[in-house]
């Protein structure tokens, strides 16, 4: 397998270098494949880590810049040129780095991912396509944020692009598809969402039909596509979820010394519930749709969720995936398909 290199914005995201730095470190003695250039502060950086680093695997790249996660895009895109999110993609667009992981700013990430790499013949705009934890296993959703309002021919094109995703990174060979909506049944939801399904029936995609909310945790259909208002929500609502239940469990374990040893005793159980549900563990979601390959983190990551965020990258380019999904867009003449 050949080495694989990825751009990471060190700076973006609520926790900056105290979570990226420590989560790079962590992905290169992980993965001997993997090499890193690391864009931010570099006398800051160089400080933090010393010479404690494997320059042939760590390149530090200089940044003045850094987009704050309140930023508009337009202004991102017009006056952070200089910044770590800017460079990291500039990397991936000069071909120095196979792959870009940034935890910050969504919409400014879209903007200049867009704008700098261009996006695929025939697609409208990109999406991000992210995995939630269900009651077995998990499911692919798209879009989790970065098209709020999306028209039927947009939703279209998630579906088609989220399948070539989960047969290439999961082995998935004909994975369902199913809508987001308020009911499964045909005349429920809006003229949009009726359309898209209209779409998704003459297609040669394996569509489910529309898919109701409780479907995301409960259901069996490999992805779920929406829009990127509905997804966010939805991506929100389970991070909050686990949250509430892992902090619930605790507190009843630990109220009493009967609920102690109650709790040491079921403590094994518990950390498998604690970990399949653990949103840490999903992080790392797919810009899909550019001409590049660009992760996006959390903005609220640690260090375990930004690692797996590497990691994510890491599988995207040893798959090829963009470019897989360049080629099968090309053969289903996707330009007249989607229009």
Do not use: W
């Amino acid at each position: 397998m050949s080495a694989t290199t990825v751009a990471v914005d060190a700076i973006g995201g609520e926790g900056g270098l105290s979570v990226t730095l420590p989560a790079v470190l962590s992905s290169l003695e992980a993965n001997s494949d993997l090499s890193i250039l690391l864009v931010g502060p570099e006398q800051e950086i160089a400080h933090r880590i010393r010479d404690a680093y494997d320059r042939s695997r760590l390149r530090l790249v200089d940044a003045i810049q850094y987009v704050d996660m309140d930023e508009a895009p337009s202004a991102a895109l017009r006056f952070k040129k200089k910044s770590s999110m800017r460079i990291a993609i500039d990397l991936v667009h000069a071909g120095e780095a196979d792959a870009c992981v940034s935890a910050g700013n969504t919409g400014a990430l879209m903007a200049i991912s867009k704008f700098v790499l261009k996006t695929l013949d025939g697609i409208h705009r990109p999406a991000i396509c992210g995995t939630l934890p269900r009651a077995e296993g998990q499911v692919h959703m798209m879009d989790l944020g970065a098209n709020i309002a999306c028209s039927a021919s947009l939703l279209f094109q998630f579906g088609v692009m989220a399948s070539i995703m989960v047969r290439y990174l999961d082995g998935i060979e004909n994975p369902s598809v199913g809508l987001l909506n308020i009911g499964i049944e045909e005349i429920k939801g809006n003229e949009t969402v009726k359309e898209a399904a209209e779409l998704f029936r003459s297609s040669t995609l394996h569509y489910k039909g529309f898919v109701e909310g409780d479907a995301i945790f409960t259901g069996d259909t490999d992805i779920i596509v929406c829009d990127g208002f509905s997804g966010n929500v939805a991506l929100k609502t389970s991070e909050g979820l686990a949250q509430m239940l892992t902090k619930i469990t605790r507190e009843v374990f630990t109220k009493n010394a009967y609920a102690k040893i109650a709790g040491k005793v079921a403590s094994p159980a518990l950390q498998s519930i604690f970990e399949h549900i653990d949103h840490r563990r999903y992080n790392g979601a797919v810009l899909l749709g550019l001409q590049g390959a660009v992760i996006k983190s959390h903005g609220s990551a640690d260090t375990i969720a930004f690692a797996h965020a590497i990691d994510v990258a890491r599988r995207v380019v040893n798959t090829n995936l963009i470019g897989h999904i360049g080629e099968e867009l090309s053969q289903l003449n996707f330009v007249a398909i989607a229009n």
